[in-house]
Nanobody, 124 residues
Framework: QVQLVESGGGLVQAGGSLRLSCAAS????????MGWFRRAPGKEREFVAGITWSGRDRYYKDAVKGRFTVSRDDAKNTTDLQMNDLKPEDTAVYYC?????????????????WGPGTRVTVSS
């Protein structure tokens, strides 16, 4: 059983930056593909970014490419999401998730474990 806890959310003005972090415990972190998802008010949860084992491959939603960077540190059991040039449409609750098999990095139903989320609000 893996426990995930996100941190780093908050209120930021458009054009600003935030760095989200996700700390994992209770499992072998390096065995998991890690994903970041978000749910904006009134919308479905959507994929934001994912990183495979050892950081070999990284995937991003088109709307965040060039602005967001996903990383992981297997020694610290953490994955981070650096978010730059934030836009009001990035406002959402952000979740990290862990997937053991890695068959679909962008598919939320593939993920086995989820954190409670951290709220990001971008003001215009």
């Amino acid at each position: 059983q893996v426990q995930l806890v996100e941190s780093g959310g908050g209120l930021v003005q458009a054009g600003g930056s935030l760095r989200l972090s996700c700390a994992a415990s209770g499992g072998t972190f390096s065995r998991y593909v890690m994903g970041w998802f978000r749910r904006a008010p009134g919308k479905e949860r959507e994929f934001v970014a994912g990183i495979t084992w050892s950081g070999r491959d990284r995937y991003y939603k088109d709307a965040v490419k060039g602005r967001f960077t996903v990383s992981r540190d297997d020694a610290k059991n953490t994955t981070d999401l650096q978010m730059n040039d934030l836009k009001p449409e990035d406002t959402a609750v952000y979740y990290c998730a862990a997937d053991l098999e890695g068959f679909g990095v962008a598919s939320d139903y593939e993920y086995d474990y989820w954190g409670p989320g951290t709220r990001v609000t971008v003001s215009s």
